[in-house]
């Protein structure tokens, strides 16, 4: 008997049916569901795991927070313990009786340490180098069977890496969030989480919205035309464009608002080029995707489920250029169909096919791209949404560039020069197929020099210079790929979490008080946490870990140093860094003034996570009110008229926002015939 681990069911179950022509028998041992088949004449069983069935953490021992402190955790070793028993268990007992053992999983550094977890736990160390190894790039029959004869080993080096990745991250994370929860006294369910990924990404956030808050707009003003010529109008802007003196913009509009008409002075004419896009790697498809309202984390999640359903290739990669191997003329005839006709016979009726290429060119993974052709009905509409855009990127590549012609206009009104601008496009190339790039048109009278032209408006507008804009979740991970913040595969969850323990809320994400005022506190404090230089080295090491030029004792040993010493400042600032974030946080905390003793009222959590507000001056004054555990709760600055308690606004998700009094026992409840309080 054949046994293969796939990293998920899903995977597991498709590589099945392409290995056995979809014969295949689907038993469960327990809940874990394995498929059987006939592999070349051999029994072959085929289960899937569920991502890392082994967690990395600290012994027991060290868990007691007010006992064990933060400095014994730098040199404290990890151990493994199992995080998925069950399956843990039928991996076991189906190792044990296999003659040989086949890993399935995603061919990168986190599926490389998955499979050695998998044969370590099945069959001991000793095991990993006499598995077989299954490179693939997308669930399809061609590519799986292909992988199946032609198998190597497992990378060990890869898995090195991508275990110091976890090392690291426990250690770093456990020592600095021990330590500031510690010393801001926010424990249990508000701990405040620190990381080596995670707060040097939440300071770019705070940064940003520092320099909104702080933003000064600045006057100036802009003197604007409505041209005209045989019954068509366009636009023109005096040629000084932004003029940052009230006087001067006043005194040339007093000069020319009352003209009529203006003399061309020259039209320049130019026919330009627009190449088509680079094909996606994961950073640009996120940065894409978000446009069309996709979050980040939910993105990845989403191609994730296509790559294993067979619909595209794998969505973690750095690469922006095909690989020669890859036949771009047969996925083309593939997707010949349906709204991607057109644009799939333009191509094929080309003599040679010649994509582009980014500027990034790796050896794992091609760009992603599709793998089969699917309609809305074959699939859920948030999956379609990204299905397609990733359809038409892919035969964007393979496109003509757009054809545009430019014109620019110069005219003279009374002595001062005006410009106008039109484009037009000629040819719509990739555009045509690549719907989600836009080209604004604006079409010119056809002119030429001396022709006079007619003054239909003339305004001075005054304007103010605009803040700068927040990042949008793609723009982040695009920003944390510049600066060496994580991988490809983590940036979104770093981002995710970064949400979850409400650092930073809406989209584009701005920080909460308590993402600022950390990230405010390690500045003063230990500004090296919040800077990428530090963790963007040690993602370079854990580079050169996973080519074997570096080894992984080398880089966790230099990486323990770093913390003791960023720790080492941080213990001799404590007191300063646990005043400064607990004075900071208890504005976010503050929901409004107490109707028993006029002390603030608090937002609680419970030790099992549940919001409830609470009179700061516990236990003298035990005032209490519960709160909804769904939805997001919004405080406002005012009081119920009738029990003088807060009011507050519940937000939820496709519903309205709602104002309801938070005493639960209020009147205005039962009058209005709503007293379960969600009004």
């Known amino acids: 008997m054949r046994l293969i681990i796939c990293e998920k069911d899903n995977a597991a179950k498709r590589i099945s049916s392409i290995m056995s022509g979809n014969r295949f028998r689907t038993e469960h041992r327990g809940r874990v569901a394995v498929y059987d088949f006939i592999w070349d004449g051999e029994e072959t069983l085929c289960m899937g795991l569920r991502g890392h069935i082994l967690n990395m953490d600290f012994p027991d021992r060290y868990n007691n927070w007010s006992e064990v402190p933060p400095r014994d955790l730098i040199t404290a070793e990890p151990k493994r313990t199992i995080s998925a028993p069950a399956i843990a268990k039928v991996l076991k007992d189906l190792s044990v009786k296999a003659s040989k053992i086949y890993i399935a999983t995603d061919f990168d550094r986190e599926g490389e340490l998955i499979g050695r977890e998998a044969v370590d736990h099945a069959l001991g160390s000793d095991a990993v180098d006499s598995v077989y190894r299954a490179h693939f790039s997308s669930l399809t029959e061609p590519e799986v069977k292909h992988s199946f004869s032609n198998l190597t080993r497992l990378n060990k080096a890869l898995a090195s890496a991508a275990e110091t990745r976890q090392v690291l991250d426990l250690i770093w994370g456990a020592t600095l969030t021990r330590f500031i929860s510690l010393a801001s006294n926010r424990l249990w369910q508000d701990f405040l989480s620190v990381g080596r990924v995670q707060s040097p990404t939440l300071a770019i956030i705070v940064d940003k919205e520092r320099e909104i808050k702080e933003f000064k707009p600045e006057p100036y003003w802009r003197i604007e035309t409505i041209f005209s010529k045989d019954d068509i109008t366009f636009p023109g802007n005096h040629s000084l464009g932004d003029i940052w003196k009230e006087e001067e913009a006043a005194s040339l509009y007093l000069k020319l608002k009352g003209e009529r008409s203006g003399t061309v002075l020259e039209v320049i004419r130019k026919k330009r080029t627009d190449r088509p896009p680079a094909p996606f790697n994961t950073t640009e498809l996120i940065r894409t995707a978000n446009t069309l309202g996709m979050a980040a984390a939910r993105i990845m999640s989403v191609a994730e489920d296509l790559y294993t359903s067979g619909y595209i290739s794998y969505p973690r990669t750095d690469n922006t250029v095909y690989p020669k191997g890859l036949d771009l003329k047969a996925t083309v005839t593939m997707l010949e169909q349906g709204p991607y006709r057109t644009a799939c016979e333009h191509i094929l009726s080309k003599e040679v096919i010649s994509p582009t290429r980014g500027n990034k060119e790796t050896t794992d993974h091609p760009p992603i791209y599709p793998t089969n052709y699917a309609t809305p009905k074959d699939l859920a509409p948030e999956k379609f949404k990204l299905y397609d ?3 038409r990127r892919f035969l964007a590549t393979l496109h003509d560039p757009t054809k545009l012609e430019t014109t620019q206009i110069r005219i003279d009104v009374s002595g001062e020069l005006f410009n106008s601008s039109g484009q037009v496009v000629l040819e719509p190339g990739y555009r045509s197929i690549y719907t989600f790039s836009k080209v604004s048109e604006n079409t010119l009278p056809l002119l030429i020099q001396g ?25 982040l ?36 008080h308590s993402g600022e005022a950390l990230i405010t506190a390690l500045e003063r404090h230990a500004r090296a946490i919040t800077l990428p230089e530090m963790t963007a080295r040690l993602e370079e090491d854990m580079e050169r870990i996973s080519t074997s030029s570096l080894s992984q004792d080398t880089v966790i040993k230099e990486s323990r140093e770093m913390l003791s010493n960023i720790l080492e400042e941080m213990e001799e600032h404590r007191e300063l860094i646990g005043k400064e974030l607990s004075e900071a946080l208890l504005e976010q905390d503050v929901v409004g003034i107490c109707p028993r003793c006029n002390n603030n009222l608090l937002l609680m959590r419970s030790r099992r996570g549940k919001r409830y507000v609470r009179c700061s001056k516990y236990p003298g004054c035990s005032k209490s009110y519960p709160l909804p555990q769904k939805g997001k709760v919004g405080f406002t600055d005012r009081s119920c008229e009738i029990c003088r308690s807060p009011i507050i606004t519940i937000y939820m998700k496709g519903k309205r926002p709602r104002d309801l009094c938070i005493n639960p026992d209020c009147r205005s409840k039962t009058t209005s015939g709503e007293a379960d309080g969600t009004r």
């Open 389 to 391: 855009l990733i359809v």
């Open 451 to 475: 022709d006079r032209v007619l003054i239909e408006d003339i305004q001075l507008r005054s304007k103010e210079t605009k803040p700068p804009k927040r990042y949008s979740q793609g723009g």
């Open 477 to 512: 991970v695009q920003e944390m790929e510049r600066l060496g913040l994580g991988t490809k595969s983590t940036r979104h969850e770093t981002l995710q979490k970064l949400y979850t323990r409400r650092f930073i809320e809406d989209d584009p994400p701005r920080p909460t």
